[in-house]
């Protein structure tokens, strides 16, 4: 093991004690923390007999580059056909909060679709938005502050898919969460469950969701969305290895990996693969890794759901659907669920 993996762990072991009821780590742990991650994840994706790596670990600088390149391709319909549900809808949305509401973003990268809300909210006590990532709150928080001077943004740092308690100042609100992506997508419907169970633990009864998911349509145009003409989802999660390579030190060969998206119609979702070109194998971290020629890792799951099975698994998760907005295509829902 390197000496930055070791520090690494060391940070890692840190962290986790430190994940208490309330997050506040230095942004450099973080950091090491999530390299080690990565580390540990690879190599234990890679052991197991149906060879995998989460998802999770695309949004390197490149990914997230390639990432903003896949919202814009002609076939990505998702981004798109969200903003201009959020565009259409936005008055409507803002009227879900009270005045005092403290609007809460659950990992806001980017915040651009949270604008499309703000522009329309009047007498917001308080935008907060959650990341994992220091530099993703800071872009956000700056941004904001341009556009909407006199908004109060008070972000937090931590993990949202975790215990996470507000400050009694943000508690005493009420709270409207807002999770647009269709992220909840990438989780199986167990983990699913238990997000929405955090989160509607984390809104408080009496809270609302704003929640983008990615509805069920033509098999041929979902995948599509998933393997676009000009590449770029290839090299999005082709990635994941050129990552292993620089970060861990891996020696993939990524021209002998291939990408692959498929659909699954019994759990309505596409699986993103990458698949060994050939017979090889590959060193990680001083382990080597055989691959059959064919043999596949699996990378991402990305669910899409009917309103009603969507609603559903809200149920299941505590909450009460509300509302549902969807475009004229009915590609994509943008659900409001309500706290009891
Ligand atoms: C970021 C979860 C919305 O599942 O569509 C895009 C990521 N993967 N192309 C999705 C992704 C391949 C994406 N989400």
Not at 141 to 162: E, K, M, N
Not at 164 to 184: C, K, Q, V
Not at 323 to 340: G, N, P
Request: hydrophobic share 45%; aromatic share 8%; proline share 4%.
């Amino acid at each position: 093991m390197t000496s930055e993996a070791e520090h690494g762990a060391v940070a890692s072991e840190f962290i986790s004690e430190a994940h208490g009821e309330f997050t506040l780590e230095t942004r450099g742990v973080v950091a090491s923390e999530v390299r080690s991650e990565f580390a540990d994840a690879l190599i234990a994706g890679l052991s197991a007999r149906q060879k995998s790596i989460p998802c999770r670990f695309f949004y390197d600088a490149a990914g997230s580059a390639l990432f903003e390149r896949i919202t814009e391709l002609p076939e990505y319909y998702p981004t798109r056909t969200e903003t201009a549900i959020l565009r259409a809808y936005a008055a409507d949305m803002a009227a879900l909060a009270a005045p005092g509401t403290v609007l809460i973003e659950f990992g806001s990268g980017s915040s651009t679709k949270t604008e499309l809300l703000l522009a329309q909210m009047r007498d917001l006590y308080a935008y907060v938005p959650i990341d994992i990532s220091g530099a993703a709150l800071d872009e956000a928080q700056a941004r904001i502050a341009t556009r909407f001077p006199h908004l109060t943004v008070l972000p937090v740092q931590g993990d949202f898919s975790r215990p996470l308690t507000l400050s009694p100042d943000i508690a005493a609100h009420p709270h409207l969460g807002f999770f647009p992506g269709s992220t909840i997508g990438n989780l199986t419907e167990g983990e699913a469950v238990q997000l929405l169970t955090n989160m509607r633990r984390i809104l408080g009864n009496g809270g609302k969701l704003i929640i983008g998911a990615d509805l069920r349509k033509d098999v041929r145009r979902l995948l599509a969305a998933y393997d676009d003409a000009a590449g770029v989802t290839a090299a999005f999660n082709l990635n994941l290895l050129h990552r292993a390579n620089g970060e861990l030190g891996a020696d993939f060969d990524v021209a002998r990996f291939a990408h692959l998206a498929t659909y699954d119609v019994r759990h309505g979702r596409i699986d993103m693969h990458l698949v060994s070109r050939t017979e090889q194998s590959v060193r990680v971290l001083g382990r080597r890794f055989h691959f059959k020629a064919g043999e596949r890792i699996h990378t991402e799951h990305s669910h899409k759901y009917d309103i009603e099975g969507f609603q559903v698994l809200a149920q299941r998760s505590g909450w009460l659907p509300q509302s549902v907005w969807t475009d004229a295509e009915r590609l994509f829902s943008v659900h409001v669920l309500s706290a009891v």
